[in-house]
């Protein structure tokens, strides 16, 4: 059974650093993975995303420039380093794991989800 697990949320202040983590009981080498984000009374939004092998990365325009996504595949770790947040990026941020190739800002291509890590940016 596929099991992920994120960390790293806080609460912390407009401009602020942060980073988040997702490890999971898979082998990193043969998923994508990606960050999604889900605000109260919002839908589930792609956040970025990282190919199979770790060297391709896509980000939602919202937040190009600002967040990096990463992937050790040695280590089995998902990072999501995230600069000058704002009051917008408040949300519950999700990690997910998927064997696909194609399709990776998309939620649906990802079966695999963990439960959430709380980030919320105070002005």
């Known amino acids: 059974q596929v099991q992920l697990v994120e960390s790293g949320g806080r609460s912390v202040q407009a401009g602020d650093s942060l980073r988040l983590s997702c490890s999971a009981s898979?082998?990193?080498?043969?998923?994508?993975m990606g960050w999604f984000r889900q605000a109260p009374g919002m839908e589930r939004e792609f956040v970025a995303a990282?190919?199979?092998?770790?060297?391709?990365?896509y980000y939602a325009d919202s937040v190009k420039g600002r967040f990096t996504i990463s992937k050790d595949n040695g280590k089995n770790t998902l990072s999501l380093q995230m600069t000058d947040l704002a009051p917008a990026d408040t949300a519950t941020y999700f990690c997910?794991?998927?064997?696909?190739?194609?399709?990776?800002?998309?939620?649906?291509?990802?079966?695999?989800w963990g439960h959430g890590t709380q980030v919320t940016v105070s002005s």
């Open positions: 997910a794991a998927s064997t696909e190739v194609l399709g990776l800002k998309l939620a649906r291509t990802y079966p695999y």
């Open positions: 898979i082998t990193f080498s043969n998923y994508a």
């Open positions: 990282i190919n199979r092998p770790g060297v391709t990365s």
